[in-house]
C-alpha cells in the first residue's frame, strides 16, 4: 500500500523491511505540543516540506530510523534506540520516567501519543497508560474519576497485568483521598500494600507506604502513619530513587507533626538527595521547604532559611517562578527588620 498523500524520495528507496507505518496527525499534535517548528523538528531528519506533508495525512510509510530521529526530538520516546513494534510499551517508559520528575502535563502529551505508531497491540501496555494518564489528570488539577480508574484496575488483572492493578489501586486510594473518603482510601491502600509485598516489587511497595502515611498525617495520625512506614524500612535502600524520595518525605513529614524535628530533619534531607538524584527539581524543592520547617522548630533559624533558598534555586530549575519567589520570601522575613513606629504614630 503506498503512502496516503505520495511517498517521500528517501521512503521509495528504504527496503520494504525497514518502513514503519505512522499517523501524520499525531505527529504534528506532538510537534505543536512541543512548541517546535518544522524547521526545528525536522532538522537532519528530513526537509520540512516532507514533514509538513507527513504531518496532513492520517496514515504514512516512514523509514524506521527516520520515525525514530523524529520520536526522540518530540520526546515521545528517552533515546534513539526503540523499539518500534513495542511502541505503545516504549512510550509507556517514556512517561513513567516524566511522571517521576513530576513532569505531568508533558506526560499526559506523550500518552497520547501511543497510537502514533502503528504496532501490535499490546492490552497491558494500554491499560498501563490509561491508569497513568488518570493519574497525571489528578496531578493537572483535573477532577479525579475513581470509578473509571477501578474499572482500569480490573482489566489490568484480566490481562495479567498485576503491578499495574496495584497502580490502579492507589491512584484511586488517592483519588478519594483528595475527595475527603478516608475511610475508602485506607481501605485501598491497605490492600495495595498486601498485594505489592506478594507481587516483590520494593518500589511499589515504598510509594504505597508512603501514601498510606501521608493519609494517617492528613487524618491527625502521625504516630500511626510511622508506624505504618517502619514496618517497611528495611527495604528502602532497595527502592528506586522515586520511592526513596517519596517514603523519606512522609516520613519527614510524619516526624515533624510527631513533634521530633531532629528525626524529620534527617529524613528530610535524605529525600533531598534522592529527589535531586531522579533529577525531580520539584520533589526537592517541596521537601526543601519541609525541612525549613523543621529547622524553624528546632530554633535554627539560619538553617531554615538556607533551605529556603535552596528550594528558590529547585522551583526555578523546575521552571517555577512563583513557589520560587515565595521561598525567597520566607527566608528573607527574618533579615527585614520590623519597621520603627516615626514620631508621630508614637505620639510624641
Do not use: C
Given at each position: 500500500?503506498?503512502n496516503?498523500?505520495g511517498?517521500?524520495d ?7 523491511d ?15 505540543a512541543?512548541?517546535l517548528r518544522?524547521v ?7 526537509s520540512?516540506a516532507?514533514l509538513?506533508?507527513i504531518?496532513r495525512?492520517?496514515?504514512y510509510k516512514?523509514p524506521?530510523?527516520?520515525?525514530l530521529?523524529l520520536a526522540t526530538?518530540?520526546?515521545?520516546v528517552s ?5 518500534l513494534?513495542?511502541?505503545p510499551r516504549e ?5 513513567i520516567?516524566l511522571?517521576r520528575r ?9 500518552l497520547r501519543s501511543?497510537d ?7 492490552h497491558m501496555?494500554?491499560?498501563q ?6 493519574w497525571?489528570?489528578m496531578?493537572c488539577?483535573q477532577?479525579?474519576r475513581?470509578?473509571?480508574v477501578r474499572?482500569?484496575?480490573r482489566r489490568?488483572?484480566?490481562c495479567g497485568?498485576?503491578?499495574q492493578?496495584i497502580w490502579a489501586a ?6 478519594h483521598g ?5 475511610p475508602?482510601?485506607?481501605t485501598l491502600?491497605?490492600r495495595?500494600s498486601?498485594?505489592a509485598r ?8 515504598l510509594?504505597?507506604?508512603?501514601a498510606w502515611?501521608r ?6 495520625e502521625p504516630?500511626?502513619g ?8 528495611t527495604?528502602l ?14 516520613q519527614?513529614?510524619?516526624w515533624?507533626?510527631?513533634g521530633?524535628?531532629?528525626e524529620?530533619?534527617?529524613?528530610l534531607r535524605?529525600a533531598i538527595?534522592?529527589?535531586l ?5 520539584r520533589m526537592a524543592?517541596?521537601v526543601?521547604c519541609?525541612?525549613a520547617?523543621?529547622?524553624e522548630?528546632?530554633g535554627?533559624t539560619d ?5 529556603l533558598?535552596?528550594a ?9 517562578s512563583?513557589?520560587a519567589a515565595?521561598a525567597?520570601s520566607?527566608?528573607?522575613?527574618h533579615h527585614?527588620a ?5 514620631a508621630r504614630?508614637?505620639g510624641?
Open positions: 500500500r503506498k496516503e498523500g511517498p517521500s528517501w521512503a521509495e528507496h528504504a527496503p520494504m525497514d518502513l514503519v507505518w505512522v499517523k501524520g496527525l499525531r505527529l504534528r499534535a506532538a510537534r505543536e512541543a512548541g518544522l526545528d523538528a525536522a532538522k537532519g531528519i528530513m520540512p516532507n509538513s506533508r504531518e495525512h492520517e496514515r516512514l524506521r530510523s527516520a520515525v530521529g526530538r518530540l520526546g515521545l533515546t534513539g534506540s526503540a523499539d513494534q513495542a511502541w512510550v509507556g517508559h517514556t512517561a520516567d511522571l513530576w513532569r505531568f502535563s508533558t506526560a499526559l502529551l506523550v501511543r502514533a505508531v502503528l504496532a501490535p497491540v499490546d501496555a494500554e491499560v497508560a490509561q491508569i497513568l494518564g488518570e497525571a489528570q496531578q488539577h477532577p479525579g475513581p470509578d473509571v474499572d482500569l484496575g489490568a488483572r484480566e497485568a498485576l503491578r492493578s492507589a491512584v484511586e486510594a488517592e483519588m483528595h475527595a475527603g473518603d478516608t475508602t482510601a485506607l491502600l491497605r495495595a498486601t498485594e506478594d507481587v516483590g516489587e520494593v518500589a511499589d511497595v510509594n504505597i507506604r508512603a502515611g493519609l494517617l498525617l492528613k487524618g491527625g504516630r500511626h510511622l508506624e505504618i512506614l517502619g514496618e517497611v524500612k527495604l535502600d532497595s527502592g528506586s530513587d522515586y520511592s526513596q524520595a517519596r517514603f523519606l518525605h512522609a519527614g513529614m510524619l515533624s507533626a510527631a521530633r524535628p531532629e524529620a530533619v534527617q529524613a535524605a538527595q534522592a529527589a538524584r531522579i533529577p525531580n527539581h524543592g517541596t526543601e519541609a525541612l520547617d523543621a529547622y522548630a528546632l535554627n538553617q531554615a532559611d538556607a533551605a533558598v535552596r528558590a534555586s529547585s522551583f526555578t530549575q523546575a521552571g517555577d512563583h513557589d515565595d525567597i520566607l527566608a528573607l522575613r527585614i520590623p519597621g520603627k513606629p516615626n504614630d508614637s510624641s
